[in-house]
């Protein structure tokens, strides 16, 4: 293995200053300490090609590298299709259909875009765990990262927790939303103790949603909405809240006879590349029922 050469298994970070240890380096980099004390009871971190002690200097320019070794990942391996939308060393970007999970569940142990993902892995020798990055509800369709080893999935997470990731969905939505556009800064929080249902409450997690008009119907309206949190199912609460629930969403609203779903989509996310720092972006298309159902809202006969 050229530890002096990017590739799948090894990250190379080059030293900014004089006088930093390997270890500065490495923090330098936003490497977390869970990671960076795992990488060095591994011996998994050198300096020039060589194995090093994280406290030894560097000089400037100096190439720290970390490898981060082939994985066993246990999920079942079916055949189930993936949209992949973007794939490289560091993530593999999926374009996510509508009613199917994303991981196994107790209700859902097979079947599952994680059993599709370990097929995908097998058949093209990727030894690697799988790693979501963001997590989309089993009706929600659009775009789902997913982090192909410790280093990416740890620096992706940064951003999202920073809320510096542009995460932007359309909906369709019952009525006429006058305004333009708005932004709804609501506090979010669990209706019961053991319900799954969310609502706005005063002491509850901060959640901003921000919300612009794309088109009006006679009875509905699709609008762009991006989010600067994340909190569990914040888009469909914040638009129910204010009068203009997600069309077939069957938690805050009522089933519709043209969608089987929660009319959403995940349909555009910009972030930065967890190894090159570079600006990236992903933007895919509405889902055919989606498409459908605009079309059934256009027809002057629908009320």
């Known amino acids: 293995m050229d530890l002096l050469k990017e590739s799948e298994n090894v990250v190379l970070f080059k030293a900014k200053y004089e006088d930093m240890t390997v270890g500065e380096v490495l923090f330098s980099y936003n490497i977390s300490g869970r990671l960076f004390r795992r990488l060095k009871k591994e011996k998994s971190i050198y300096l020039n090609g060589k194995t090093v002690k994280t406290k030894e200097k560097v000089n400037s320019g100096d190439i720290v590298s970390i490898v981060m070794e082939d994985e066993i990942d246990n999920t079942l391996p079916q055949d189930i299709p993936l949209s992949i939308v973007y794939e ?159 069309i077939g969403d069957t938690l805050y609203n009522r089933p519709s006879p043209f969608i089987d779903r929660q009319a959403l989509h995940a349909y555009y996310i910009g972030a930065r590349h967890p190894r090159t720092n570079e600006k990236i972006q992903f933007q895919v298309p509405l889902p055919e029922d989606m498409k459908n159902l605009i079309e059934n809202l256009k027809d002057p006969e629908i009320i």
């Open 88 to 246: 490289d060393y560091d993530l593999l970007v999926i374009n996510k259909d509508p009613n199917i999970v994303v991981h196994p569940t107790k209700s859902h142990l097979e079947g599952t875009i994680s059993n599709g993902i370990s097929y995908y892995y097998k058949k093209n020798n990727i030894k690697k765990k799988i790693r979501f990055v963001n997590r989309l509800d089993m009706d929600t369709s659009g775009i789902l990262i997913v982090a192909k080893n410790s280093f990416s999935h740890q620096q992706m997470a940064i951003q999202f927790e920073e809320n510096s990731v542009e995460k932007k969905y359309l909906a369709l939505v019952e009525g006429i939303v006058e305004m333009d556009e708005d932004i709804i800064d609501l506090p979010l929080g669990r209706e019961e103790d053991k319900s799954i249902k969310k609502v706005v409450i005063e002491d509850g997690k901060k959640a901003i949603t921000r919300y612009k008009v794309v088109e009006r119907y006679k009875d509905a309206t699709l609008l762009e909405v991006q989010i600067y949190t994340g909190r569990s199912h914040q888009i469909r609460v914040h638009l129910e809240h204010i009068g203009h629930p997600i």
